[in-house]
């Protein structure tokens, strides 16, 4: 809590805390139990929470450090400590509490210092729910705006002190998680575009850049607070705007985004059993949708709570009566018969909620809400404000990205410049180089030229003394002449010279620039080279990992074939058992049809002899004679019991005696019995 940066760590630990005793350790180890059985979403919550109460607090801090040296007085940091646990609701000791802070030769505490007891005795005791986080702002904006808000009292733009706290408030939850508190310029624009656009006028950038630039203590991170309410209190971005109209923007843009009310207004609500049209005053988060009685939420008739399970479908106003009879028999929503338009309905578990809106832009607007509260909650997010928060950091953040890559493009292409322009500079040098050469040749040229002409007034002189002693040295002109001669073509071979070794110097310098580009050729090639030798390197190594790869799974596919040939001989000689043993089969049940037709034929011969002996001759009646036999005998009515009875034995003796006809072979016998039968030799019984 310092001035300077830093991150509330907590890894000092004063001695001046004292022992731990074995009931709060107990309850230490119990809150540890209990925190790890919480989800993570309500572990993220509770940071959240916790960083937005240690940005608090850390005004709060401050404020109490007069000398601004990081360290607090001990009695202070008591009273701070009390007052916290006041308004956090947190139960506390007030003897605990003198004894953490006893006076001592210790001296002040620092941030560090005092962050382990925070952390320990009040934070962690934290519950979410059961306090008033306003009440906890209230508190630390009391104790930093005494010593830092000190505004001009006799300007006539001068915010109330509602709408300073409000506006300090707005600046805590937009502003970067680095201590000391700033907020980027980004921020500060888009927290000013909400509060016009609640004043329902156009956000004008120039006079906050303007604002910027005149400042000396903006930082380029951002600004902090108080630099935010002076400009608030100057009156450039609220000029000429009543201050109530101010007052009910800041209010707004307030409840919207530390209070998490995605919207607020009236709308007519139909009560679910006296069926009638009353209108009501909603506010909807992230989690809920609560409806009071009046604009000022002092008396709430009901709390409706959003889950995934909800839904939100509007009801179409010109539709006819029997697709509103199909609608309402698919959807269990009644018709409008009080002349209500606009119509929408929330769906949840156990009831469905009927609502009326101004016009179609406020029903379109409430259900967009409302869909958005949906999805909040079944995205585990408590806050929509946070989450744009976090993503327009994360948009900061890719637009720093791609400001340092176009910096790094800048760079390399002036690294490539600057290259190209000392390559510029060496081909000048050469250059130069070649021009002073040039003029070497040049000057060897014109001192050959001189030696030659001084050469040639040399042989006049002579030629003259040999003409002046002509008469006296006639003897001797014949050698002169001779030598005269020999020199001409001396000089002759030394023109020719001259012209070769010129011709040869031009070659030499053609020579040299020739191979200074080879050079540079050579060394792109040598380059090209080993960058081509290096892929051939990796490619043949790939060549002979996949070579030892297919290998591997040739002599895996062979194994498997064999094993597969294996188990296919295998099946095949189960097969010819199978068929083995189908054949056998086969042949037992053509010798069971077989006897089966056999005992057939017996059964029936029975049941033929039966029925000629199942009606008894009586006395006076004749044998009847072998042609007429089965033409006389009738069969006994189903109807006698005796004869039923009589039968049904007769049909198990017939039955016992085929298969003991079947069992013992004993078709002879049978045989002989229907010959006497046939006869009409058969015994009556």
């Known amino acids: 809590m310092e001035s300077t940066r830093h991150t509330y760590s907590g890894s000092v630990c004063l001695s001046l805390w004292g022992p731990v005793s074995t009931a709060e350790g107990r309850r230490r180890r119990r809150r540890r139990r209990e925190q790890r059985k919480k989800p993570e979403s309500n572990s993220a919550a509770e940071m959240d929470l916790r960083s937005e109460l240690l940005k608090s607090i850390w005004y709060g801090f401050t404020a109490l450090d007069v000398e601004k040296s990081g360290k607090v007085s001990k009695s202070q940091l008591k009273v701070l400590s009390h007052n916290l646990c006041t308004v956090l609701c947190i139960p506390h000791d007030p003897v605990a509490l003198e004894e953490h802070f006893r006076d001592d030769d210790d001296g002040p505490v620092s941030s560090q210092g005092y962050m382990p007891y925070l952390n320990k005795y009040i934070l962690d005791k934290v519950v979410e729910g059961s306090f008033t986080k306003e009440n906890v702002d209230e508190l630390c904006w009391t104790l930093t705006a005494k010593k830092n808000y000190k505004p001009d009292r006799s300007s006539s733009s001068l915010l109330p002190e509602k709408d300073a706290f409000r506006l300090w408030c707005l600046f805590n939850f937009l502003s970067e998680d680095k201590y000391p508190l700033v907020m980027v310029p980004d921020e500060v624009e888009y927290l000013l575009k909400k509060v016009c656009m609640a004043m329902s006028i156009e956000f004008n950038c120039v006079e906050l850049e303007d604002f910027f630039s005149s400042q000396d203590s903006v930082q380029q991170s951002g600004i902090n607070v108080w630099v935010f309410l002076e400009m608030m209190n100057s009156g450039k971005v609220t000029k000429g705007i009543e201050k109530s109209i101010i007052s009910m923007a800041i209010e707004e843009v307030y409840r919207e985004i530390v209070g998490d009310v995605l919207k607020e207004g009236y709308l007519w609500k139909k009560g679910q059993l006296r069926r009638n049209w009353k209108e009501r005053w909603f506010t909807l988060r992230p989690s809920n949708l609560l409806y009071y009685t009046g604009e000022d939420r002092r008396d709430c008739q009901g709390n409706i709570t959003l889950d995934g399970n909800c839904c939100v479908e509007e009801i179409?106003?010109?539709?006819?009566?029997?697709?509103?009879?199909?609608?309402?028999?698919?959807?269990?929503?009644?018709?409008?018969?009080?002349?209500?338009?606009?119509?929408?309905?929330?769906?949840?578990?156990s009831k469905t909620y009927e609502m009326s809106a101004s016009d179609t832009k406020q029903r379109q607007e409430w259900?967009?809400?409302?869909?958005?509260?949906?999805?909040?909650?079944?995205?585990?997010?408590?806050?929509?404000?946070?989450?744009?928060?976090?993503?327009?950091?994360?948009?900061?953040?890719?637009?720093?990205?791609?400001?340092?890559?176009?910096?790094?493009?800048?760079?390399?292409?002036?690294?490539?410049?600057?290259?190209?322009?000392?390559?510029?500079?060496?081909?000048?040098?050469?250059?130069?180089?070649?021009?002073?050469?040039q003029a070497l040749m040049e000057q060897d040229e014109q001192r050959r030229r001189q030696q030659h002409e001084q050469l040639q007034k040399a042989l006049e002189v002579q030629l003259r003394e040999a003409e002046e002693a002509r008469v006296s040295m006639q003897a001797e002109m014949a050698l002169k002449e001779e030598e005269a001669?020999?020199?001409?073509?001396?000089?002759?071979?030394?023109?020719?010279?001259?012209?070769?070794?010129?011709?040869?110097?031009?070659?030499?310098?053609?020579?040299?620039?020739?191979?200074?580009?080879?050079?540079y050729a050579q060394a792109g090639l040598l380059a090209e080279e080993e960058e081509k030798m290096k892929a051939l390197m990796a490619l043949q190594e790939e060549q002979e990992e996949y070579i030892l790869k297919t290998q591997r799974e040739k002599q895996e596919l062979k194994q498997e074939m064999e094993v597969k040939s294996r188990a296919l001989d295998e099946a095949q000689r189960q097969l010819e058992e199978v068929r083995a043993n189908r054949h056998r089969v086969d042949q037992d049940v053509v010798a069971a049809q077989r006897k089966l037709r056999q005992a057939s034929t017996n059964v029936?011969?029975?049941?033929?002899?039966?029925?000629?002996?199942?009606?008894?001759?009586?006395?006076?009646?004749?044998?009847p004679s072998?042609?007429?036999?089965?033409?006389?005998?009738?069969?006994?009515?189903?109807?006698d019991p005796g004869l039923r009875l009589r039968r049904n034995s007769g049909t198990q003796d017939r039955d016992e005696e085929s298969k003991e006809n079947v069992d013992n072979s004993v078709g002879s016998d049978l045989e002989k019995r229907h010959s006497h039968a046939s006869n009409g030799d058969m015994d009556i019984p």
């Open 626 to 639: 072998l042609g007429s036999s089965f033409q006389t005998f009738q069969i006994p009515s189903q109807r």
């Open 316 to 349: 179409d106003d010109d539709q006819t009566l029997f697709a509103h009879w199909i609608k309402n028999i698919l959807f269990p929503v009644l018709p409008d018969r009080d002349g209500k338009r606009c119509m929408f309905c929330l769906k949840t578990l």
């Open 367 to 437: 259900t967009t809400a409302i869909q958005t509260a949906i999805r909040l909650h079944v995205e585990g997010k408590n806050s929509l404000h946070k989450d744009l928060k976090l993503k327009r950091r994360e948009q900061r953040e890719q637009r720093e990205k791609r400001r340092q890559a176009k910096e790094e493009e800048l760079q390399r292409l002036r690294a490539l410049q600057e290259e190209r322009e000392r390559k510029l500079a060496e081909l000048e040098l050469l250059k130069e180089a070649q021009k002073q050469a």
């Open 604 to 623: 029936k011969h029975w049941n033929v002899q039966m029925n000629r002996l199942m009606r008894p001759i009586g006395p006076g009646e004749k044998r």
């Open 485 to 519: 001669e020999k020199q001409r073509k001396r000089i002759q071979e030394l023109e020719e010279m001259q012209k070769r070794l010129e011709e040869a110097l031009q070659q030499e310098i053609k020579a040299r620039l020739d191979e200074e580009a080879f050079r």
